[in-house]
């Protein structure tokens, strides 16, 4: 079965007109392996090069008729066609012209708050939840309710110590606000504060509809700076700025806790992928640029004898326990899956093949070239993962491998491609892969683990959709924004606002500079992809486009149905802006937002 394997998989790299080269003498630099001082030193690599051209014909595959049409005969749909956009002087065209099942967004108005104090340079510090937004003003959260102000919740301590400016980014005023989120924990809804002099607070939002009343539930005081959290059942991760993960468990019966292997830099995001009964699975991103798989081993049986109560808030230091003579066991960790990219990470966001919008074309994959569908099923069948076309429309186990380049705005001429990672990295991930796939006798296949499970991730300039598995890249972006941009801006050139709309299958990436996408998430017979379909602003130049020039300090989404949702981007100046987004009926669009 592995020689099989072997032969397939250079079949595969013939056909896609990719040269692989032993790179004998040299170090390894595979990503996944970086950690480990026993291997990394000691394999030789291969390099993968794609050629630009073919040196012979291609291999003919014959594919049956049955596979070829059975997205027709199976599969009810409705035609689509891209529409091709001119672009007319001095007007402004949106990405979602091309699309007939494009969503709807509507610039609707403004909020203007007076006498407020931000600063720049966080992750999100703007969040709603209901009827009320949430807004990190320094050491406050503004609360606003049906878009007015209403009360100031301050999360400063009653005096600062020198934990705190040691912990801190901004010794001047340690306890700024870095992230804002509301997440569930325990099943209810709660709000996660992250504070740069160290501390982490969780507040209970169960009763705030009935009166604005937050209660405390948990301060938990890390090392360092925290930026990143997130949240599921009785798990709380963070990372702070000792570059790493740490994940708590609360129960009854006490608090166990563990700490992940340090990365080379700070981490400012990370998401909990999948609780199991012996394991937790995490995604985060580093601004060195590494995008990596945590796995924490949680049958720890030791518990620390500080003990979880809801009825009261619980107050626990990291650095205190750490310098216990006798430190509590921990929980174990590992790096399952690790990629370097080209550019700093700053946001990871998870969602299931569930979340992504079936199109009908693969032109609505909003893709750069053109996607051949045979080609894929030809691929499928070389490494022995053809579908069952009797049953299923899918392009088979190739279409797990398709690297989609996004067609973007501002990134819409021909060029040097300018990808997330490494061409070899690229390959290599494809091989491992390819290489853990179970295959059964009726021709069913699948991955051993994360099969529908994919990442968005960003960068300072970037956007890329990458499978959990393997982290494989399925789509991404050259260069989203190219403005020249006025000093005072420079810093905040950095895509670390992102949201995801699971209802509309929609992403909305921000650029604290100023600029926002909206993606969708859609997939074609298992190809999976980004869709650029708004871009704000998409002229500079334009001047009835009212929004503010200053930097972006958070997104809040607001649901209003199930189909319609608001969209509130905070400045510094304290403007919001306010934009609907929903579905349309595919009946006659207006698309003239402006």
Same mark, same amino acid.
């Given at each position: 079965?592995?020689?099989?394997?072997?032969?397939?998989?250079?079949?595969?790299?013939?056909?896609?007109?990719?040269?692989?080269?032993?790179?004998?003498?040299?170090?390894?630099?595979?990503?996944?392996?970086?950690? =480990?001082?026993?291997?990394?030193?000691?394999?030789?690599?291969?390099?993968?090069?794609?050629?630009?051209?073919?040196?012979?014909?291609?291999?003919?595959?014959?594919?049956?008729?049955?596979?070829?049409?059975?997205?027709?005969?199976?599969?009810?749909?409705?035609?689509?066609?891209?529409?091709?956009?001119?672009?007319?002087?001095?007007?402004?065209?949106?990405?979602?012209?091309?699309?007939?099942?494009?969503?709807?967004?509507?610039?609707?108005?403004?909020?203007?708050?007076?006498?407020?104090?931000?600063?720049?340079?966080?992750? =999100?510090?703007?969040?709603?939840?209901?009827?009320?937004?949430?807004?990190?003003?320094?050491?406050?959260?503004?609360?606003?309710?049906?878009?007015?102000?209403?009360?100031?919740?301050?999360?400063? %301590?009653?005096?600062?110590?020198? *934990?705190?400016?040691?912990?801190?980014?901004?010794?001047?005023?340690?306890?700024?606000? =870095?992230?804002?989120?509301?997440?569930?924990?325990?099943?209810?809804?709660?709000?996660?504060?992250?504070?740069?002099?160290? @501390?982490?607070?969780?507040?209970?939002?169960?009763?705030?509809?009935?009166?604005?009343?937050?209660?405390?539930?948990?301060?938990?005081?890390?090392?360092?700076?925290?930026?990143?959290?997130?949240?599921?059942?009785?798990?709380?991760?963070?990372?702070?700025?000792?570059?790493?993960?740490?994940?708590?468990?609360?129960?009854?019966?006490?608090?166990?806790?563990?700490?992940?292997?340090?990365?080379?830099?700070?981490?400012?995001?990370?998401?909990?992928?999948? #609780?199991?009964?012996?394991?937790?699975?995490?995604?985060?991103?580093?601004?060195?640029?590494?995008?990596?798989?945590?796995?924490?081993?949680?049958?720890?049986?030791?518990?620390?004898?500080?003990?979880?109560?809801?009825?009261?808030?619980?107050?626990?230091?990291?650095?205190?326990?750490?310098?216990?003579?006798?430190?509590?066991?921990?929980?174990?960790?590992?790096?399952?899956? @690790?990629?370097?990219?080209?550019?700093?990470?700053?946001?990871?966001?998870?969602?299931?093949?569930?979340?992504?919008?079936?199109?009908?074309?693969?032109?609505?994959?909003?893709?750069?070239?053109?996607?051949?569908?045979?080609?894929?099923?030809?691929?499928?069948?070389?490494?022995?993962?053809? %579908?069952?076309?009797?049953?299923?429309?899918?392009?088979?186990?190739?279409?797990?491998?398709?690297?989609?380049?996004?067609?973007?705005?501002?990134?819409?001429? %021909?060029?040097?491609?300018?990808?997330?990672?490494?061409?070899?990295?690229?390959?290599?991930?494809?091989?491992?892969?390819?290489?853990?796939?179970?295959?059964?006798?009726?021709?069913?296949?699948?991955?051993?683990?994360?099969?529908?499970?994919?990442?968005?991730?960003?960068?300072?300039?970037?956007?890329?959709?990458?499978?959990?598995?393997?982290?494989?890249?399925?789509?991404?972006?050259?260069?989203?924004?190219?403005?020249?941009?006025?000093?005072?801006?420079?810093?905040? =050139?950095?895509?670390?606002?992102?949201?995801?709309?699971?209802?509309?299958?929609?992403?909305?990436? #921000?650029?604290?500079?100023?600029?926002?996408?909206?993606?969708?998430?859609?997939?074609?017979?298992?190809?999976?992809?980004?869709?650029?379909?708004? *871009?704000?602003?998409?002229?500079?130049?334009?001047?009835?486009?009212?929004?503010?020039?200053?930097?972006?300090?958070?997104?809040?989404? @607001?649901?209003?149905?199930?189909?319609?949702?608001?969209?509130?981007?905070?400045?510094?100046?304290?403007?919001?802006?306010?934009?609907?987004?929903?579905?349309?009926?595919?009946?006659?669009?207006?698309?003239?937002?402006?």
């Amino acid at each position: 079965m592995h020689a099989d394997k072997i032969r397939r998989f250079r079949r595969y790299l013939e056909f896609i007109n990719v040269n692989a080269v032993r790179a004998g003498g040299e170090d390894s630099d595979d990503a996944d392996e970086f950690y =480990n001082d026993e291997l990394f030193s000691k394999r030789h690599e291969t390099r993968y090069v794609q050629r630009p051209f073919a040196f012979g014909p291609k291999e003919d595959i014959e594919i049956e008729e049955g596979a070829k049409m059975a997205y027709d005969i199976y599969d009810v749909h409705r035609a689509q066609k891209l529409k091709i956009l001119v672009q007319d002087e001095g007007h402004t065209i949106q990405p979602a012209l091309r699309y007939d099942d494009a969503l709807e967004m509507t610039k609707m108005d403004k909020i203007l708050l007076r006498d407020i104090t931000t600063v720049r340079y966080k992750n =999100n510090i703007c969040e709603c939840y209901g009827r009320f937004m949430f807004l990190g003003c320094m050491s406050k959260i503004l609360i606003l309710k049906d878009e007015a102000a209403v009360e100031y919740l301050d999360t400063k %301590p009653s005096f600062t110590t020198g *934990v705190h400016r040691e912990a801190s980014t901004w010794p001047y005023f340690p306890h700024t606000i =870095n992230q804002i989120r509301v997440t569930k924990f325990e099943g209810r809804d709660v709000l996660n504060v992250c504070i740069d002099d160290g @501390r982490y607070r969780m507040y209970d939002l169960t009763n705030v509809e009935t009166g604005i009343d937050l209660p405390l539930i948990m301060e938990l005081t890390m090392t360092s700076s925290v930026w990143g959290v997130d949240t599921r059942g009785s798990f709380v991760a963070l990372s702070d700025n000792s570059q790493k993960v740490t994940l708590f468990h609360f129960s009854d019966e006490g608090v166990r806790f563990g700490d992940s292997l340090q990365l080379i830099h700070n981490i400012p995001d990370l998401e909990i992928v999948k #609780v199991g009964s012996k394991t937790v699975h995490l995604v985060c991103t580093a601004i060195s640029g590494e995008l990596v798989i945590l796995v924490f081993n949680t049958t720890l049986q030791t518990l620390e004898p500080c003990y979880y109560s809801s009825t009261s808030p619980l107050k626990l230091s990291l650095r205190e326990l750490l310098s216990q003579t006798s430190p509590p066991a921990r929980f174990s960790s590992k790096i399952e899956h @690790r990629t370097q990219l080209e550019e700093p990470g700053w946001t990871v966001n998870y969602v299931n093949s569930s979340s992504f919008m079936e199109v009908n074309d693969p032109s609505y994959l909003g893709g750069r070239d053109k996607i051949s569908t045979l080609d894929i099923l030809q691929r499928s069948r070389i490494l022995g993962l053809m %579908p069952n076309h009797l049953v299923s429309s899918d392009l088979g186990g190739a279409a797990w491998y398709e690297a989609i380049h996004l067609k973007t705005h501002y990134d819409d001429e %021909p060029r040097i491609m300018n990808r997330l990672n490494s061409f070899t990295d690229k390959c290599a991930r494809i091989k491992k892969s390819y290489f853990n796939v179970d295959e059964a006798e009726n021709g069913d296949f699948g991955l051993t683990d994360f099969q529908n499970d994919f990442i968005v991730v960003t960068t300072a300039s970037k956007v890329g959709l990458y499978r959990a598995h393997r982290l494989i890249c399925n789509a991404d972006t050259g260069d989203m924004f190219e403005f020249g941009l006025i000093e005072e801006l420079e810093f905040s =050139n950095r895509m670390s606002i992102v949201k995801v709309v699971p209802e509309l299958s929609a992403v909305i990436t #921000v650029s604290q500079a100023g600029y926002f996408t909206v993606f969708r998430l859609v997939k074609h017979r298992g190809l999976h992809s980004l869709r650029e379909e708004y *871009v704000f602003p998409s002229n500079f130049h334009d001047e009835s486009f009212d929004i503010s020039m200053d930097a972006i300090l958070g997104l809040g989404v @607001r649901k209003v149905d199930d189909q319609t949702f608001w969209l509130y981007f905070a400045y510094t100046d304290g403007s919001i802006s306010k934009f609907e987004l929903k579905e349309n009926d595919y009946t006659g669009l207006d698309f003239a937002l402006l």
